[in-house]
């Protein structure tokens, strides 16, 4: 004999609350499932490459509506975007692949700007005397140095 459990019971119940337009599915863009309960703009801005900018723009020229949800696109939107983003737009993996390709050229050329990054130093010219944690990292306690008494 099969005990029912909790969530057995609650699931049902789940879908009538839910709704046919939740349930629907996400919808894949560029390979990144993009929220489907936020507003088209705001959405779009999860794939790697498409900022606010593109995303106004793309949402211009398909004639997407700003107060549109995603949920609320039907298949042939959805399509339409995809396709204006493969064709017009480098985003995920293409873009990741060709920054970490200039990345690796100025380190390969030995510019200043590729040293600083083989170094994992501040690339644009900001102070290392303080701060610059995020690229330095953890702050290391120097082995022997005192602090001079009074």
Do not use: F
């Not at 990741?96 to 994992?120: F, Q, S």
């Amino acid at each position: 004999m099969r005990r029912w459990g909790r969530t057995d019971r609650l699931l049902p119940a789940l879908w009538r609350v839910v709704g046919d337009e939740e349930r629907q599915g996400v919808a894949r863009i560029a390979g990144v499932n993009i929220p489907t309960n936020k507003r088209v703009k705001i959405s779009l801005r999860y794939i790697y490459g498409i900022g606010p900018a593109h995303a106004d723009q793309i949402c211009t020229r398909l004639a997407i509506p700003e107060e549109r949800r995603v949920n609320q696109l039907s298949d042939d939107e959805v399509l339409r975007i995809r396709q204006l983003i493969e064709a017009e737009y480098r985003v995920e993996g293409d873009l990741r692949r060709e920054v970490a390709m200039n990345i690796k050229r100025l380190m390969d050329l030995g510019c200043y700007r590729g040293l600083r990054h083989r170094k994992g130093l501040p690339v644009r010219g900001q102070r290392t005397h303080t701060n610059a944690r995020t690229r330095k990292g953890k702050a290391v306690a120097i082995a022997g140095k005192k602090k001079v008494t009074k």
